[in-house]
């Protein structure tokens, strides 16, 4: 077994996933105000369809999405991204403030899980550094690596 040691990427790439372009727009600008150990470079991308397009052409460091896509709701959406992209952290944004879809969400594959309106840039930023190396632990364990 070796110790873990948590990667810490200096750019960081996230896909967006949202079908609001007012939404989006929010969400990116406060991502890249303020103070951040790191820059990002976010693609957006209106439904589910597009983003796995996306997935599957370039590199992804993290996935913001949303529940409620036009051609994905809720669990939906986080189950199929999960299934052919297990590796990758996924941080739900979404209007949903409900704690069974909160907790259906987690018992997904999400995470983290964030409400539209009631965080910051910092707090969207600190929850993608969290949900990258909550997926870097959960790899480590299954590879029984010491953490």
């Known amino acids: 077994m070796q110790l873990v040691k948590l ?3 200096e750019d960081l790439s996230i896909l967006l996933i949202e079908d609001s372009p007012g939404d989006a727009t929010a969400i990116t600008k406060a991502m890249v105000h303020g103070e951040s150990l790191y820059s990002f470079h976010i693609t957006h991308k209106e439904s589910l369809g597009d983003g796995m ?3 599957g052409m370039q590199k992804v460091d993290a996935i913001l999405l949303d529940l409620n896509l036009p051609d994905a709701k809720e669990m939906d959406a986080i189950d199929e991204v999960h299934s052919m992209y297990p590796h990758l952290p996924i941080v739900v944004i979404s209007g949903y403030s409900d704690m069974d879809i909160v907790h259906r969400a987690l018992r997904s594959g999400a995470q983290d899980f964030l409400v539209k309106g009631e965080c910051s840039g910092v707090v969207i930023r600190q929850s993608i550094y969290q949900a ?7 790899q480590a364990y299954q590879r029984g690596d010491k953490l």
Not at 132 to 138: F, G, L, N, T, Y
């Open 7 to 9: 990667t810490e990427p």
């Open 53 to 55: 397009i996306a997935l």
């Open 132 to 138: 990258m190396a909550r997926k870097q632990i959960e």
